[in-house]
């Protein structure tokens, strides 16, 4: 398979070079040029697989010619055999029409395992063929920095620097990032909030022979690899439920549409999805840009903070498809965004619509939908997958409707016990997780002081 720009200009990658590459050169991000479209027949016979079986299948057509096949079925194997539960993505229902797709039994507890514990794998395989080293430099609010360290945390060939802002994560989220205690893996604790922290990893990528003669490597999910290990779930989970033979919804929690897209992109694959549910929490960047609005407005701290962004970048991939695949379009239209609003074309608003609704949930909203399912199913949900089971009151009627839960309970407590409920036991296997010993350097909100602790931990 090969990949293009959202832009048109940047050259034309196999799988391993965009893995490695993160953000395209003309500042685009990079897509499939075509994806494969699979039969029914062949959807059919997939209804069996157990999840690893099934990414390797899914997968596959993405990755070959970079990687041998027995080499990338160990290595997703292997990915999915630390997730706490046997079916790795298991489907329960709660009414007659609803069901909820967990996705938080991987190491960190939120959906983002399913992609970072492959792309982890997968940057050591291709920097060990190179004979190279990679720096990964990530900022966090908290989901994608633990997700990254699990990842990567056994890796040879890369060192982890997990930028989060200080004493603005959860305890939580922060222990998870900073109790790993692998060599590799250096959490810095910047003084200033989550923006301060991307404008310092931004920054970097722009100055990348900082860190010469490493390679810098993005991992956020601009990172194509992380959405393609996305689609896996909604096909896996689609055929279960029966996807091919009566019309079936998924409703995303989304902030950076990562998620959302994975699903667009089993779509694309020939999956007969027939809708889908956006929802956000106040930041509604993405409600706006459904409306045809691209736009900026102030950050909102919210209970679900995981979903809390100014920018929603994997917008762009959608856009790129919604506008003929374009590149000049595309590029114009974010040239334009940079510094303003900017109002997209109609008819490719009228497009996503027919397959995207969109509304943002507050944390009333949220808090109040906490406590109904509870009341109405017994199942105790995160703030984020409370987002997207609200999101439910705009679906068109007549639809099975599958829930993507992003994230466990546990991991969220202050909005679980806002919402009235005791704090929620972590998993047996982490529930020393608040004692055991952190490692972290507080730093101040500033590049050369950020750089060269950069520079004294990779040399
Ligand atoms: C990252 C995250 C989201 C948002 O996913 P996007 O791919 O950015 O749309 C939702 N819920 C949880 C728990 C997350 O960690």
Redesign the pocket.
Known sequence: MKFVSTRGLAPVLDFDEVVLTGLASDGGLYVPEKLPVVSEATFRAWQVLPYDKLAIEVMWPFVEGTILRETFELMVIDAYASFRHEAIAPIKQLTSDTWLLEL?HGPTL???DFALQLLGRLLDHFLARRGEHGVVMGATS???GSAAIEGSRHSKHLDLIILHPYQRVSEVQRRQMTTVMSANVHNIALKGNFDDCQAIVKASFMDQDFVQPNRLLAVN?INLARIMA?TVYYIYSGLRIGVLDRPVLFS??????????GGYMACQMGLPIAHFTVATNANDA?VRALSGDLSRKPLTKTL?P??D?VV?S?FERLLFDLYGKDGEQIANVMKAFQTGSVTLDSSAVEKARGLFSAIAVDDDRTCDTIRRIFAETGELI?P??ATGMDALSIAPAEMTKVVLA??HPA??SEAVQKAGFDEVPLPSDMSDLLTRDERYTILENDLSEVQHFVHTVTK
Do not use: C, E, R, W
Not at 253 to 261: E, H, K, L, Q, T
């Open positions: 938080f939120a959906f983002k908290g989901d994608t999910s996305q995303v929690p989304s902030a950076n549409f990562g998620d959302a897209y993405l679900s995981s979903m962004i929603s994997n995160d984020h997958t992003t994230a991991k969220f």
